[in-house]
């Protein structure tokens, strides 16, 4: 525990100024981002007496070992500076609104040449419209089925379109009339793109115009008795309306507004956010959040604004936002806003009407959400907090190991060999933490032997950066320069100046645990205490889980220790090995599913993915472009004559795949028949012998 007026800034250092600060552990990571109005002032609030501080507020300072601060000439820009540090460095002690789920949005793919409606969750993407968020993915399509008799738009992958397109057969929903079937052609790519068009005018709110036209035409179709038609037109009517009664209207004037209450106590906060579009509620949200230090509801309140508006622009930050509380000052907050959507938008507390009623149901919502939270989060710590202390006393450590990192070793058959390490904290999966190795050290199999490379190769990387020097001895431990440790994802570790102290981002390796559990027994435990003793760390402790029996080893003991069945502790063992199980599994197939992707064109020099691509898209297959010559190869869009000749000499020198076979039949599948050839647009694994079953069990 830090003293804070050991790294107190001097009288005078601070400026008069807007800012944006930084609070930094001892390991150089980021804790806490704030900005302030004065620097100087807001600063000096922290270097108090420590009795004065808010418990949480207390915990804050007496983790860091450093502040830093940023200068910046308005309260806007110190606004977007916080927003994009805490996107950056995702401190602990920030106010982090958690979402308890992944909320889905209606998406219509308007970049597309054929414009998809489906489900959406995850991050928005470019060119694509969004409606919602709603709570429930069965409502989205609820309504999208009532809405495609109206508005027939594709809502079929781009497999099966392909697949409609290539058999000249539409798909069920276009036999029966909800789909426009632009497969085979029956609708003009512009006609399809209009079509989707007034779908997405029809779900923001502009429902009066699609009503009336229908009504006249209905009217016009029962004046010519074409009684048929005006009975279909009539039912399409019914559709839209019953569409509509799915979300009542709530405001006048078809209102676009979203509307954000707060339910807190001393400890936590509760917002809910009601997004209303054309004066009907289109979709509801919540989030829950720690109160790190003692925050008023305005502060909550902008917090609040920055995780909703802080990625979108345009229409998707509406003209109006209600809340229960201004922010302090209100201004930049408004202005930011404004410049987000391109234009005016109203920050204000309702006072009186419908919308005043709407804010209080908002409340009720809120206040509802928090109680939720509260009863479901005391169960939780609580029996978090009992696995840990039960795993303190089984292995005999001085206190309840908050972090805790778990090892495993994949393979199949000896090929493909990787590690992965998944790490929890406070009983939590920390998935950021999260990071896989390449065995280099030798070939072939051998689990005790990869866990000591793992091990080792972790915490050198430790002491290395506990040094803070950011410098790395070349080819150490393999030709990626990184050790062959990937993060969680691809984003591959690398060296030099993305691991210095003062670039901000968390250092990969620099926060050590307080257990090492590794999958295994007593050889697998050895292994890993003994690359810990090489390194001459004598701090943390490890042990094993073993599959058969559930038991844990420790190292230098002969038996092992055996928790009761009921023990949460062993629970939470169970959990984090079989979570460091799946990720490094994972890991495993997806490497060796690259490895049989691979194509005879991956060999060919100055032939890049997009020219690869569109020779796989001209022939069909490498069995065909195989036997093209080289006058057909010329034919492809990009590819000369000398490419054309080098592409040819290469398919000459591989060696054909061998055909695939389903284990079924017996029967020896070509392209015709949809093998899976190993081509770059057959990303699926080639057919082996052997039942699923059996092939399961030969992964490691």
């Given at each position: 525990?830090?003293?804070p007026?050991?790294?107190?800034p001097?009288?005078?250092?601070?400026?008069d100024?807007?800012?944006?600060?930084?609070?930094?552990?001892?390991?150089?990571r980021?804790?806490y981002v704030g900005k302030a109005k004065?620097?100087r002032?807001?600063?000096a609030?922290?270097?108090?007496d420590?009795?004065?501080l808010?418990?949480r507020t207390?915990?804050?300072v007496t983790?860091?070992a450093?502040v830093e601060?940023?200068v910046?000439?308005?309260?806007?820009?110190?606004?977007?500076l916080e927003?994009?540090?805490?996107?950056?460095y995702d401190?602990?002690?920030?106010?982090?609104?958690?979402?308890?789920k992944s909320?889905p949005?209606?998406a219509?793919?308007m970049?597309?040449?054929?414009?998809?409606?489906?489900?959406m969750?995850?991050?928005?993407?470019?060119g694509?419209?969004?409606f919602g968020?709603?709570?429930h993915?069965?409502?989205?399509?609820?309504?999208?089925?009532?809405?495609?008799r109206?508005?027939?738009?594709r809502t079929c992958s781009?497999?099966?379109?392909?697949?409609?397109?290539?058999?000249?057969?539409?798909c069920?929903?276009?036999?029966?009339?909800?789909?426009?079937?632009p497969?085979?052609?029956r609708i003009s790519?512009?006609?399809?793109w209009?079509?989707?068009d007034?779908?997405c005018d029809f779900?923001?709110?502009?429902?009066?115009?699609?009503l009336?036209?229908l009504?006249?035409?209905?009217a016009?179709?029962?004046?010519?008795?074409?009684?048929?038609?005006?009975?279909?037109?009539?039912?399409?009517?019914?559709a839209?309306k019953?569409a509509?009664?799915k979300?009542?209207?709530v405001?006048a004037?078809a209102?676009d507004?979203?509307?954000?209450?707060?339910?807190e106590?001393?400890?936590?906060a509760?917002?809910?956010?009601f997004?209303v579009r054309?004066g009907?509620?289109r979709?509801q949200r919540?989030w829950?959040?720690d109160?790190?230090?003692?925050i008023?509801?305005?502060?909550l309140?902008?917090?609040?604004l920055?995780?909703?508006?802080?990625?979108?622009t345009?229409?998707a930050v509406?003209k109006?936002?209600l809340?229960?509380a201004?922010?302090?000052?209100v201004?930049p907050?408004q202005?930011?806003l404004t410049?987000?959507r391109?234009?005016?938008?109203s920050?204000r507390?309702?006072?009186?009407?419908?919308k005043k009623t709407?804010?209080?149901?908002?409340?009720?919502?809120?206040?509802?959400a928090?109680?939720l939270h509260?009863t479901?989060?005391?169960?939780?710590?609580?029996?978090?907090?009992?696995a840990?202390?039960?795993i303190?006393d089984?292995?005999?450590?001085?206190?309840?190991?908050?972090r805790?990192e778990c090892y495993?070793?994949?393979h199949?058959q000896?090929?493909?060999?990787?590690?992965?390490?998944?790490?929890?904290e406070?009983?939590?999966?920390?998935k950021?933490?999260?990071?896989?190795?390449?065995i280099?050290?030798?070939?072939?199999?051998?689990?005790?032997?990869?866990?000591?490379?793992?091990?080792?190769?972790?915490?050198?990387?430790?002491?290395?950066?506990?040094?803070?020097?950011?410098?790395?001895?070349?080819?150490?431990?393999?030709?990626?320069?990184?050790?062959?440790?990937e993060?969680?994802?691809?984003r591959r570790?690398?060296?030099?100046p993305?691991?210095k102290?003062d670039d901000?981002?968390?250092?990969?390796?620099?926060?050590?645990?307080?257990l090492?559990?590794?999958?295994?027994?007593?050889?697998?435990?050895?292994?890993?205490?003994r690359?810990?003793?090489e390194l001459g760390?004598?701090?943390?402790?490890?042990?094993?889980l073993?599959?058969?029996?559930?038991?844990v080893?420790?190292p230098?003991?002969?038996?092992?220790?055996?928790?009761p069945?009921t023990?949460?502790?062993?629970?939470?063992?169970?959990r984090?090995?079989?979570?460091a199980?799946?990720?490094?599994?994972?890991?495993?197939?997806?490497?060796?599913?690259k490895?049989?992707r691979?194509?005879?064109l991956?060999?060919?020099?100055?032939?890049?993915e997009t020219r690869k691509?569109a020779?796989i898209k001209?022939?069909?297959s490498v069995?065909?472009?195989?036997?093209?010559?080289?006058d057909?190869?010329?034919?492809?869009?990009?590819?000369?004559r000398?490419?054309?000749?080098?592409?040819?000499a290469?398919l000459?020198r591989a060696t054909?795949a061998a055909?695939?076979?389903?284990?079924?039949?017996?029967?020896?599948?070509?392209?015709?028949?949809?093998?899976?050839?190993?081509?770059?647009?057959a990303?699926?694994?080639?057919v082996t012998?052997?039942?699923?079953?059996?092939?399961?069990?030969?992964?490691?």
């Open positions: 525990m830090a003293d007026s050991s790294y107190r001097r009288p005078g250092e601070i400026p100024s807007p800012g944006v600060y930084r609070f930094r552990d001892e390991h150089r980021v804790i004065s620097l002032q807001r600063l609030s922290y270097f108090q420590l009795a004065n808010h418990p207390r915990t804050m983790t860091a450093s601060w940023t910046v000439s308005t309260e806007v820009e110190a606004l977007q927003y994009s540090w805490i996107k950056e401190p602990r002690f920030n106010v982090k609104y958690r979402d308890d909320y949005y209606l219509v793919t970049n597309e040449e054929f414009p998809r409606v489906q489900v969750r995850g991050h928005k993407k470019k694509v419209r969004y968020p709603y709570g993915a069965w409502a989205i399509r609820d309504t999208v089925d009532l809405l495609l109206v508005f027939p738009v781009a497999g099966v379109f392909k697949n409609a397109a290539r058999t000249g057969r539409p069920l929903l276009g036999y029966i009339g909800k789909c426009s079937a497969c085979v052609e790519p512009d006609d399809h209009d079509l989707a007034e779908f779900m923001t709110g502009r429902t009066g115009t699609y009336r036209r009504e006249r035409q209905m016009v179709a029962a004046e010519e008795m074409e009684y048929e038609r005006a009975a279909r037109l009539r039912d399409d009517i019914g839209l019953k509509m009664e979300s009542a209207v405001l004037d209102t507004a979203d509307l954000i209450a707060v339910a106590d001393e400890l936590e509760a917002v809910q956010i997004h054309g009907r509620v979709g919540g829950v959040t109160k790190v230090e003692e008023t509801t305005g502060a309140v902008e917090h609040a920055q995780q909703l508006y802080g990625e979108e345009g229409d509406p109006e936002v809340v229960p201004l922010p302090d000052p201004e907050v202005q930011w410049e987000r391109g234009s005016g938008v920050l507390i309702p006072q009186r009407g419908d709407l804010m209080e149901t908002v409340q009720r919502n809120a206040q509802q928090l109680v509260k479901k989060r005391a169960s939780d710590l609580t029996t978090r907090s009992r840990l202390e039960e303190a089984a292995l005999g450590l001085d206190s309840a190991p908050l805790v495993d070793i994949s199949l000896g090929d493909d060999v990787v590690a992965s390490m998944v790490v929890f406070d009983g939590l999966a920390r950021s933490e999260y990071r896989r190795f390449q280099k050290g030798f070939a072939g199999q051998d689990d005790v032997r990869s866990m000591h490379e793992v091990i080792t190769r972790r915490f050198r990387r430790y002491l290395a950066e506990k040094e803070q020097t950011g410098e790395w001895v070349d080819g150490e431990d393999g030709e990626d320069g990184a050790d062959g440790t993060a969680n994802g691809d570790l690398t060296e030099g993305a691991l102290d901000g981002r968390p250092k990969r390796f620099a926060y050590p645990p307080q090492v559990v590794v999958d295994g027994g007593q050889p697998q435990v050895a292994a890993a205490q690359a810990l003793d760390i004598d701090d943390i402790a490890v042990c094993g073993a599959k058969r029996l559930e038991e080893w420790l230098r003991e002969d038996d092992p220790v055996v928790l069945r023990s949460e502790g062993l629970y939470l063992l169970q984090v090995r079989d979570e199980h799946r990720f490094a599994i994972t890991y495993q197939r997806a490497k060796r599913a490895r049989f691979s194509s005879p991956d060999d060919v020099p100055g032939l890049g691509q020779l001209h022939f069909g069995k065909k472009l195989r036997s093209a010559t080289i057909q190869i010329c034919e492809v869009p990009g590819i000369g000398k490419t054309a000749e080098t592409v040819a290469a000459a054909p055909p695939a076979v389903n284990t079924a039949t017996g029967e020896i599948m070509d392209d015709e028949d949809g093998a899976p050839e190993t081509t770059a647009d990303p699926g694994e080639p012998a052997g039942t699923p079953d059996e092939r399961r069990g030969q992964e490691r």
